[in-house]
């Protein structure tokens, strides 16, 4: 997502998804999209779509994360992530930048 936004020089978000479309508001993530605010015929609002597996949940913040066109992040942001019983933290710090972790971020 962070480099949809660098490349496309818009805002790109990461969030949970219901309908494939648009982002839900939600903490738990089972289903993501990867869009931006103001898509087109030729240039689609949803930029990836992708449903979880169950044996992966997803835990991450409500409005989701959102990038700048400069890769940015407004504030540091984690996600939880459990496969088969394994917790790891997906955190994203201001400067864009992605790191997994055994422990919050």
Do not use: H, M
């Amino acid at each position: 997502a962070r480099s949809e936004a660098v490349r496309r020089n818009a805002r790109v978000t990461v969030c949970a998804s219901s309908d494939n479309s648009t982002c839900t508001g939600g903490t738990s993530w089972t289903q993501l999209i990867i869009r931006q605010p103001n898509g087109s015929a030729a240039d689609p609002a949803v930029i990836r779509s992708i449903a979880l597996p169950a044996s992966i949940q997803v835990t991450g913040p409500t409005a989701g994360v959102e990038f700048r066109p400069s890769g940015l992040i407004e504030s540091a942001q984690q996600a939880q992530v459990v496969v088969s019983g394994n917790t790891r933290y997906v955190c994203v710090q201001i400067s864009g930048v992605v790191s997994v972790k055994k422990v919050a971020c």
